[in-house]
């Protein structure tokens, strides 16, 4: 009888330690997470973070016809595009303060670094500080503008609850314009303005952002077999295609830059918008990665290894995403079989009439940046079509289980 009851007792507690992880979130990241889905805090009210990484896709662009164009993403202002690809906002919370203390690059945020971590000690946070301000994402005047929303949002005593009480003179223009405030004032937005980065980065570190409840992590504590062919992907992953040589399991990535040689995607509409915004839009317009931000020129066209966790997450299987930091690739499958003959194929340019340039079939167009290519590891894997397959069916293990996501969403 007795022996019954306790082992009634230790189900129950096994049951709720097991829902008590997946759900809860902490104070700090359920306010991040409230800040994260928060459209009220860009200029037309019409933008939350999610706009561009939303789960259902892993945390990257949701919509299936733009990541078949161009790939980039309409900031709050119509007309305004930025000009990469939205990366996952998962499983990036490792990535260190940006170093060359091994004499490779290594860490911070964004394809090209420019979140180093260097400000806040912590690259995440130091990212979300920028979408809200900038003008091609979700674009208001100020930080006091963002820390006025906040402060006044239907989730501000959970704000103050974290951060405690914030006293300001607020202006009467806050938000409609950039406002001056008084140093001891302005001083006061800084932080509230770093703490809720602190928070949105603690929400995309939580459990629920970073779940770890793929079939590959089942695979890893013995509950699921993999198939055969995810098997010969996950064997050819880590050996002779030498995938894993950038892509670390269990994170899948090293947060280290390189040039794949991607060719331009020329439906960017970035192309197209003029210079209005000094970041040099136009036909002409090359993204140098890492090297251009940094101005290294033995570091042009690299841009950072992004996780692959989630990288087949979509809401249902015709839904397009787009690989690579402009979107050129849409499939895995295009992907795995340009690292196999980018450079056993022939290039496009060279390919004249009658002969019919086919990119992926015949040629591959000419990389973006060809310089600082990498050559060692990729190019010409002599990959058979059906190891591609198996690649991709491995590919396709790395995506976590949908209810930790929307059992929670608000
Ligand atoms: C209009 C679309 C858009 C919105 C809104 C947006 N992002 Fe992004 N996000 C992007 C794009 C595009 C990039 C890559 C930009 C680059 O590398 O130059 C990016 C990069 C990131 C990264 C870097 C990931 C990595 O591995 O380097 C994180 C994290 C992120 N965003 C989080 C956020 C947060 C938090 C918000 C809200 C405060 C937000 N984003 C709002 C489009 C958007
Ligand atoms: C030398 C390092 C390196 C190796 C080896 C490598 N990758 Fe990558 N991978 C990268 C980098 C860097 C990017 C982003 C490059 C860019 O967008 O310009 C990337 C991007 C990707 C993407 C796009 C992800 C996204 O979210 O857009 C996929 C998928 C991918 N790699 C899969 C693979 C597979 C499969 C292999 C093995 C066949 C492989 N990679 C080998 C460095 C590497």
Request: net charge negative.
């Amino acid at each position: 009888m007795l022996s019954k009851r306790i082992w009634m007792c230790a189900v129950i507690l096994m049951l709720t330690t097991a829902i008590g992880t997946a759900a809860e979130l902490s104070d700090k990241e359920k306010l991040g997470k409230y800040v994260f889905y928060d459209k009220e805090l860009s200029i037309n009210k019409n933008q939350a973070c999610a706009a561009c990484h939303a789960p259902q896709v892993g945390f990257t662009g949701p919509d299936s016809i733009i990541n078949v164009l161009g790939s980039v993403y309409e900031g709050s202002v119509p007309g305004r595009f930025g000009n990469r690809k939205p990366p996952t906002a998962a499983y990036a919370g490792d990535s260190p303060v940006l170093n060359n203390d091994t004499g490779t690059w290594i860490g911070g945020m964004f394809w090209d670094g420019r979140a180093t971590g260097q400000t806040l000690g912590d690259p995440l946070a130091e990212q979300a500080k920028g979408p809200f301000l900038n003008p091609m994402e979700q674009g208001l005047p100020d930080a006091a503008c963002v820390v006025y929303r906040v402060v006044t949002s239907d989730y501000k005593d959970l704000y103050q609850q974290v951060w405690g009480k914030l006293n300001i003179q607020w202006p009467k223009k806050v938000c409609s314009e950039a406002v001056t405030l008084s140093s001891g004032d302005q001083d006061k937005i800084n932080t509230a303005y770093n703490n809720i980065a602190r928070s949105i980065a603690a929400y995309e570190r939580s459990k629920e952002v970073n779940s770890f409840t793929s079939k590959y992590d089942d695979y890893l504590k013995g509950r699921k077999a993999l198939t055969p062919q995810e098997m010969r992907g996950l064997e050819l992953f880590n050996g002779s295609a030498m995938c894993a040589n950038c892509h670390v399991p269990p994170l899948f990535t090293d947060f280290t830059y390189d040039n794949l040689g991607i060719p331009k995607n020329l439906m960017n509409p970035f192309y197209y918008e003029s210079a209005w915004n000094g970041l040099g839009g136009g036909i002409n317009w090359i993204d140098y990665g890492f090297g251009g931000f940094f101005n290294i020129e033995t570091e042009n066209g690299k841009h950072k290894v992004p996780t692959l966790r989630n990288v087949d997450k979509k809401p249902y299987p015709s839904f397009i995403k787009a690989y690579g930091h402009n979107g050129y690739f849409k499939s895995l499958k295009e992907i795995v079989h340009f690292y196999n003959t980018r450079d056993s194929l022939d290039k496009c340019s060279d390919i004249v009439p009658p002969q019919d340039p086919k990119p992926g079939l015949n040629c591959w167009p000419d990389p973006e940046v060809l310089d600082n290519m990498n050559t060692l590891e990729m190019g010409d894997l002599g990959l058979t079509d059906s190891q591609e397959d198996d690649i991709v069916a491995f590919l396709k293990t790395l995506t976590d289980r949908y209810e930790s996501h929307e059992e929670n969403r608000h």
